[in-house]
């Protein structure tokens, strides 16, 4: 993998920051990852080059292998990507309730700048939710505080409903009888597919039977 001369710099820049927390770089994923009990805590460094001008992105969250093992079995993801799918996942902006935010990077100062907010995002914000959210307790909570409001937490809200659902089950969350019926109505707003339905279904029956042990 050929990485450009901005990741080149970028990695330099915030490695030895993210090696102090135990993550590890992996340049061909785009990304820090450190592996957990439970699955791993990820950063991910989107750029995207627009003449001297670059726009980049910064995604984090977290997998949580039990969660995805079921969730991949009743989601349409292609095989290559499953490995890697999180299961919870936020931009900075997002997070900071910014919509659309990327850092813009044109000079040494901006670029200077920019990884200066990236640590102090992660000291101050980043790493905390990533460690709530390597919790069975910590995802139910964050996807399903508020079953009918879209989650800030996954890009794909039709993902939510599914992985919502276990966090749910798994964590015994008392009110998820009332969360199949809430997003089994999510997602008939969400997709006319007439196969997200059954495969909605075919996930409450398995959750519904399902022990651990």
């Known amino acids: 993998m050929t990485l450009t001369h901005f990741e080149t710099n970028l990695y330099q820049k915030l490695t030895p920051f993210f ?20 699955g791993f805590q990820n950063s991910i ?11 980049l992105d910064v995604n984090f969250g977290c997998r949580n292998e ?4 079921i969730a991949q079995q009743f989601l349409n993801n292609l095989a290559d990507f499953r490995i890697d799918a999180n299961t919870l996942i936020v931009s900075i902006g997002k997070f900071r309730n910014i919509p659309y935010f990327r ?7 901006q670029f200077d700048v920019a990884c200066a907010d990236i640590q102090d995002f992660f000291v ?15 995802i139910d909570a964050l996807l399903n ?9 996954v890009y794909n809200q039709t993902h939510r ?11 015994h969350n008392a009110r998820f009888d009332g969360l199949v019926d809430s997003y089994r109505h999510q997602l008939t707003k969400l997709s006319q597919n007439p196969y997200e339905q059954i495969n909605y279904e075919r996930l409450v029956s398995y959750l519904l039977h399902y022990s651990a042990n």
């Open 145 to 153: 505080e508020q079953p009918n409001q879209p989650s800030r937490y």
């Open 124 to 138: 101050e914000s980043g790493f905390a939710l990533m460690q709530q959210a390597s919790t069975m307790q910590g």
């Open 66 to 69: 039990q969660v995805e093992q």
């Open 161 to 171: 409903c599914y992985k919502g659902l276990i966090a749910a089950r798994l964590s």
């Open 19 to 38: 090696d102090e927390q135990q993550f590890a770089l992996l340049p061909e994923k785009k990304q820090y990852r450190k592996t957990t009990a439970t």
């Open 103 to 109: 850092y813009k990077i044109a000079t040494d100062e």
């Open 45 to 55: 460094l989107s750029p995207a080059f627009y003449g001297a001008e670059t726009l």
